[in-house]
């Protein structure tokens, strides 16, 4: 009786642990940067960096990381896409004054992006301003 109790226990545990493990890699990912960008009035140089987000949507907040330290972090919109990425995308856009900024990020195989910023989020989202 106490064996069967404590297999179901352990059991148990394990899904647990599996199903945090699995949630937890779902939602990062990694970009490229080609040119240097500002997020949240943070410069970001061109370069390779992890992103992590944290929330199930649509609203979410963002880390942006390179190796342990985090270079920023910004509020984004949760977007479904109608197929999966085929690879990690960061989308740009040019500001007024000249710089450039990070709008989307899009993730090799799968099927939600980052809209980063309100802006961004409505324009994702269909709403025009």
Do not use: C
């Not at 896409?81 to 960061?90: E, F, I, R, V, Y």
């Amino acid at each position: 009786m106490k064996n069967n109790i404590f297999k179901s226990l352990f059991l148990g545990l394990a899904l647990v642990l599996a199903t945090g493990a699995f949630a937890a890699s779902t939602n990062k990912g990694s970009m490229q940067l080609m040119d240097s960008v500002t997020v949240s009035g943070k410069q970001l140089a061109a370069g390779t960096y992890q992103v992590k987000w944290d929330g199930t949507g649509p609203n979410v907040e963002v880390s942006i990381l390179q190796g342990k330290d985090v270079m920023a972090t910004t509020s984004a919109h949760l977007v479904d896409l109608n197929q999966k990425a085929d690879n990690d995308t960061a989308i740009v856009k040019n500001n007024a004054d000249g710089s450039k900024g990070l709008s989307e990020i899009r993730f090799s195989g799968k099927k939600v992006a980052l809209a980063l910023g309100s802006e961004s989020a409505m324009e994702s989202s269909g709403s025009s301003k």
